[in-house]
């Protein structure tokens, strides 16, 4: 039977999670400091341990300063507020999770459900790093170069806590699946795994959507809606171009941060919010609090691990793997396998890729569907595949002094699309949006007409 350890001053909230953890079917000893916890975990380290911050003989985090007999024993800190002083020190330290208080049995009941060992998690990074080896592959991601490998340490180092990660990177790299690599791998992959793009939700609802809302709360809200934090709960919430968020929602979503709890709309009554929360932008995250697109307080709540997605540009040395890999599973969909030819794999490393590895997704998929034989050959990729993209357009674009910004807009995004020849994908990645976004606005614009 397992055994958990609650280090915690206060005797009735250490009796409480007590009650808690041994209803859930473990052995559970308490100690109430640091001398007490030394000599608890000194020959016999727990499987589990809950380890109060603020202790009457010093600060908990000293019980897992090196040598530590806790190096195998998966650590939930127990704090009354969750800096980010705090949550820097937990990662670096090798804590797993946070526990806000007052803890909440629901809280205490998830931290329970996933209880792991550092060793085992480490043992299947050590195979996922073996596969890598072998095939190119780490999770979802596929790619040799130095800068995914750069990308890969940082995904083992950080996925066994529950630290906030904000991943950055232009539109098309593979944000998403950095995230869902994260969870994977996590000792929450047994919950669910949410996404939610900011940029494609109406403002008017984006709320809702995010934390729900009680039936009437609103004209048109028949009915109880649950959010993504609480469909999320016990898993991950992956919020994708977080500087699309309105400003003043990011004040709710930074409270949740600091609390651990939110309302839905029309609701007075406080929510527990057990999710890993990864973020991620296509902007510089910097740049976009200069702009007031990010709250600055928010945007080190989020950044306090920080994963950059390098451009395909950077990594040609990976396009063969990427194309060979989309290939071989349109193939397995479709019942045939195809492969490109030699020349057509050095047209696809020599080209720009602005649209990054969806760019080249797409283009796999067409130049798979128009192959004639079991060879792909080079006569469907882009007409300027054996050139380095252009570093700029030739064109260039007037608008008057007194254009609204609407219209500017509108004039732009046209313009772009016409420049790229109506290549949807190219013209998101160089105006800095999602595909989904331009899809929205060309569709706002048809209607319109």
């Known amino acids: 039977m397992s055994r958990v350890l609650i280090v ?66 998966h650590v939930v800190l127990i ?35 996933r209880v792991m060992r550092p060793a085992a998690l480490n043992a299947e990074l050590a195979g996922l790093s073996d596969e890598w080896q072998r095939s190119g ?38 944000k998403e699946l950095v995230a869902r690599t994260l969870h994977d791998l996590s000792r929450r992959r047994h919950a669910p795994f949410l996404a939610i793009n900011c940029g494609a939700i109406s403002p008017q609802l984006i709320e809702s959507e995010i934390f729900g809302h009680e039936k009437g709360s609103f004209t048109g809200a028949e009915r109880q809606h649950l959010g993504f934090f609480e469909r999320a709960h016990g898993g991950t919430l992956f ?32 929510q527990d919010a057990d999710v890993r929360l990864v973020a991620a932008t296509n902007r510089r995250p910097i740049e976009a609090v200069k702009d007031g697109r990010l709250r600055e307080d928010l945007y080190y709540r989020l950044n306090v ?17 990427l194309a060979e890999q989309f290939a ?31 760019e080249l997704r797409n283009v796999v998929q067409r130049s798979w569907v128009m192959a004639d034989g079991a060879v792909i050959g080079d006569d469907w990729l882009p007409v300027d595949a054996s050139a380095p993209v252009a570093q700029g357009p030739a064109d260039h674009l007037c608008i008057p002094f007194g254009t609204s910004l609407a219209e500017a807009e509108r004039q732009l995004i046209i313009a772009t699309l016409r420049h790229f020849r109506q290549h949807k994908e190219r013209t998101a990645a160089a105006l800095g949006i999602s595909l989904k976004t331009l899809y929205n606005r060309l569709k706002d614009y048809e209607g319109r007409s």
């Open 137 to 174: 592959r780490f999770g979802l991601l596929w790619g040799r170069s130095e800068a995914m490998q750069r990308v890969y340490q940082q995904i083992a180092r950080v996925t066994g806590t529950s630290v906030n990660v904000l991943i950055t990177g232009e539109s098309g790299t593979g």
């Open 8 to 73: 915690e001053d206060d005797a009735d909230a250490a009796d409480m999670m007590a009650a808690l953890v041994e209803r859930a079917g473990f052995t559970v000893a308490i100690a109430h400091d640091l001398r007490e916890a030394r000599r608890a975990t000194a020959l016999d380290p727990p499987e589990l341990v809950l380890l109060d911050l603020q202790l009457p003989d010093g600060q908990g985090l000293a019980l897992l300063e090196p040598p530590s007999p806790l190096s195998d024993s």
């Open 239 to 270: 919020l994708d171009e977080i500087t699309e968020m309105p400003v003043e929602l990011q004040v709710k979503l930074l409270r949740v941060l600091e609390t651990g709890t939110f309302l839905r709309v029309g609701s007075t009554t406080y």
């Open 328 to 358: 071989a599973e349109v193939g397995a969909r479709e019942g045939e396998a195809k492969r490109f030819s030699p020349a057509a794999l050095r047209k696809l490393q020599q080209y720009g890729w602005p649209g990054n590895v969806r």
């Open 79 to 113: 704090t009354g507020h969750a800096t980010l002083e705090t949550s820097i020190q937990a990662l670096r330290l090798g804590a797993a999770d946070y526990l806000v208080k007052p803890v909440s049995a629901r809280q205490l009941e998830a931290i329970l459900s």
């Open 305 to 321: 691990f920080p994963i950059d997605l390098p451009p395909l540009r950077e990594r040609a040395g990976d396009v063969p793997l």
